[in-house]
């Protein structure tokens, strides 16, 4: 059934013509989604509707779960978008960063200075302001990896890495190897979260970076580390290997006996005193890793042996 028109001017004109999922400005652009669609017993009512743009609404209409990629919009997930975008509307003036998606709030003075800006105003930043963003999203990310907030640490440096990849070099943001070293950390942030909450999703963005371990050497090189994969390395080569075993769909890409050989390989690196950046801590991760890993593969593939570890 049809919006009635007193309530999709309701819902535009607290969106303010804004796309409320990807929050563009989308002028007459805009659809209004039932959040429970009308054969499933949703209404034609304000607390059913969300103003989308062209491509969000098709987006959030399609969805095979015979053949599931990715995760499906839920009607839940939609109303937070809806209120998040109402709420931006009705605050103090700010500047939207489309980049990070989130409202930078301005003070008495800056308003006065610009009176004519209502939020949100999407800017495009320069090169020089860029670069300081990316740097703050790079401290930001570490700051929460460091206190275990792996789902915010993954935001910024998701964030940093687009805002770096947005400009038109990379050269400023490879000063230190600062580029570098940020792909590292979020390849980590997707291996924790993965193996923590069993999110396939988490796995397959960290697939996407393509670490193994020549690329993540090649990575320290281009950063200007000294010397080569440490303890610390050799711990997220062999989380990365147990999660592929993990996702039935990616251990079937090479036999399960290579897959245990390198698991393997890497707990004695893990395990090795010499190893650069040995530290207690990580091989205790390291062995209880493992320890669920020989569970899961006892469990599914009863035939194949496990070796022991060599002492």
């Not at 897959?259 to 040995?278: A, K, M, Q, W, Y």
Request: proline content about 5%; charged content about 30%.
């Amino acid at each position: 059934m049809e919006f009635p028109a007193a309530v999709k001017v309701e819902l535009l004109f607290r969106c303010g013509r804004h796309c409320c999922i990807c929050r563009r400005s989308c002028g007459r652009r805009m659809e209004i989604h039932h959040i429970i669609q009308d054969a499933d017993g949703g209404h034609a009512t304000l607390d059913n509707g969300i103003p989308l743009c062209y491509d969000c609404h098709d987006d959030v209409g399609h969805y095979n779960t015979r053949h599931p990629r990715g995760n499906k919009f839920t009607p839940e997930e939609l109303r937070k978008h809806r209120e998040r975008a109402f709420r931006l509307m009705e605050q103090p003036p700010g500047v939207y960063d489309a980049v990070a998606g989130e409202l930078i709030m301005m003070s008495d003075v800056s308003r006065r200075a610009l009176e004519d800006v209502r939020p949100p105003r999407v800017i495009d930043l320069h090169h020089e302001a860029r670069v300081a963003r990316y740097l703050s999203y790079v401290v930001r990310g570490c700051e929460e990896q460091g206190g275990g907030r792996l789902r915010d640490a993954i935001r910024s440096f998701e964030t940093a890495l687009g805002l770096a990849e947005s400009d038109e070099t990379l050269r400023d943001y490879m000063i230190g190897g600062n580029y570098c070293v940020a792909k590292l950390h979020l390849w980590e942030c997707y291996l924790d979260d993965a193996w923590n909450d069993r999110q396939p999703e988490w796995l397959h963005r960290a697939i996407n970076l393509g670490f193994d371990a020549d690329a993540v050497l090649e990575e320290l090189r281009r950063s200007g580390a000294p010397g080569g994969l440490s303890c610390h390395h050799w711990y997220y080569l062999l989380l990365q290997e147990c999660l592929f075993l993990r996702d039935t769909g990616i251990r079937e890409r090479s036999p399960v006996e290579e897959r245990i050989d390198r698991i393997t390989s890497f707990i004695e690196l893990v395990h090795n005193p010499f190893c650069p950046g040995s530290d207690p801590k990580i091989v205790k991760r390291a062995d209880d890793v493992l320890s669920v890993t020989r569970q899961e593969i006892v469990r599914d593939f009863p035939n194949v042996l496990f070796p022991e570890r060599s002492r």
